[in-house]
């Protein structure tokens, strides 16, 4: 089991930026893959960005070169950097973890709460 909790949603204006932290606990050691969806009203969630164990990333194309991802296994954290915001980005933002047991090499999926994340024009 992985516990994931997200910090740092808040109001900022277009064009600003902010910083998501989430924090995991629990089975670290089996995580596969952490990273970012969000959700935006009226719409389904879709990936924002992804880091692997291996240190590979992979971005959604509407945020590529506006936001990177990084993550700091001493720290058990995941963080998104988020620059030139735009209203679209307007969104509930999720954390999220990929977990692989090594008993049955099968993949577990975890999410947290979520932060809301605003961006006014």
């Known amino acids: 089991q992985v516990e994931l909790v997200e910090s740092g949603g808040g109001l900022v204006q277009a064009g600003g930026s902010l910083r998501l932290s989430c924090a995991y606990s629990?089975?670290?050691?089996?995580?596969?893959?952490v990273g970012w969806y969000r959700q935006a009203p009226g719409k389904e969630r879709e990936l924002v960005a992804i880091i692997t164990s291996a240190g590979r990333r992979n971005y959604d194309d509407s945020v590529k070169g506006r936001f990177s991802i990084s993550r700091n296994n001493a720290k058990n954290t995941v963080a998104l950097q988020m620059n030139s915001l735009k209203a679209d980005d307007t969104a509930v933002y999720y954390c999220?973890?990929?977990?692989?047991?090594?008993?049955?090499?099968?993949?577990?999926?975890?999410w947290g709460q979520g932060t809301q994340v605003t961006v006014s024009s």
């Open positions: 999220y973890a990929q977990v692989v047991y090594s008993s049955t090499g099968w993949p577990y999926d975890y």
């Open positions: 629990g089975s670290t050691s089996s995580i596969h893959a």
